[in-house]
């Protein structure tokens, strides 16, 4: 896109858009993190949009969006699709502005989520559960737009949207009284990043902006790299609050235009820097919220000694996630293996494999076995937790060496995938 062309949110736009937010959005804290500061021999401070009153930044642009109608759209009502933050942002919005406003939720939306939307929006709005996934729900949400000439509030593709979500570079450029040396951003749909750069590119220059992807949905990270708009054929959801299948047309040019780096990051990991948030700081954040601090490991030398602000987006993170997200941060650890152990049809196999195979800190955490009183072995599926990665390669040998060996199944995502 011709950069004379292109939409570029402007200084005065963006403080226009704090005006309106001023009693809406919580000018959020800029706190420094102690443990990762001395991590990373650097100055890391956390710019905490988790504890915003929707648990995350989208109100920002919801409700600047919302602002920017006319009178006669208002009056309309207002559609959005999502089974997150925004639709959580637009619900509130639209009991703050009086006006009425429908919500469509993949039919699969756990309930937790269903009801914050119905706390938010009181009585202003209405949820519809349509289709299996947000795309069934996008497109019957655009659908009523269309048929009944509503307005249609998109998560990041709207100017009004990026200017909101670019309040949030206004405010860490007034807290801090150092200089910003790099700010790291999820990247989703990239209204964020591309709010948020253009403010640093116009006010602090010199602060290098490095955009964050999960690994299974680098939809902006693909679209730069080929300088044209992709769209994925499929992504890993579990990052739910940054994982899209296409990023914007007004938010890719302006992200490829400012963004100094733009990265991905294993879910392993950000599943591992959930839970020492959690256990060191105390601090909840969904997958998408941890995804900049995860990705500091991979600018360890270029950080040392410098001034770094992570934007954690989010803290909408449901507790019934903690097994699956535990287990893979395990995996990515290397700490959790699965194995077809294949075990004598005699008594005292199994004592033997806890006494002799296994080492003295490994821990038996999954275990499938049916006895066969026709066969000389019977075969288990079992998962074991080690205390340290060194300690996998002396478990097989034991296993092999005393004939319990049968197959490794963390390398095979074909079996895999019925385990994890």
Known sequence: MDVKTMYLPTIEAVKDAAERLKDVAVKTPLSPNLNYSKAFKSNI??????????????????????????PEDLQNGIVCASAGNHAQGVALSCKLKKIKGTIYMPTPTPVQKIEQVKMFGEEYTDIVLQGDTYDDAYNAAISECKRLNKTFIHPFNDEKVIEGQATIGLEILEQ?????????????????????????????PETKIIGVEPLGAPSMSESIKKQSLVELASIENFVDGAAVKKVGALTFPICDRNLDGMITVHEGKICQVILDLYNRDAVVVEPAGALSIAALHKFEDEIAGKNVVCVVSGSNNDITRTPEIKERALLYGNLKHYFIVKFPQRAGALREFVVDILGPTDDITHFEYTKK????????????????????????????????????????????????
């Open 45 to 70: 401070y956390f710019k905490r949009e988790d504890l915003q009153l929707v648990r995350s930044y989208k109100i920002r642009g919801a409700f600047n969006k919302i602002s920017s109608l006319s």
């Open 176 to 204: 801090a009284n150092f200089p910003v040396d790099y700010v790291f951003i999820p990247v989703g749909g990239g209204g964020l990043a591309s709010g948020l750069s253009t403010v640093f590119k116009h006010l602090s």
């Open 373 to 420: 009183t026709n066969r000389v072995n019977g075969a288990a599926v079992v998962g074991v937790e080690l205390r340290s990665p060194d300690d996998l390669h002396p478990l097989m040998t034991r296993m092999k060496k005393h004939n319990f060996f049968g197959d490794y199944l963390n390398d095979k995502p074909e079996l895999f995938q019925f385990l994890v």
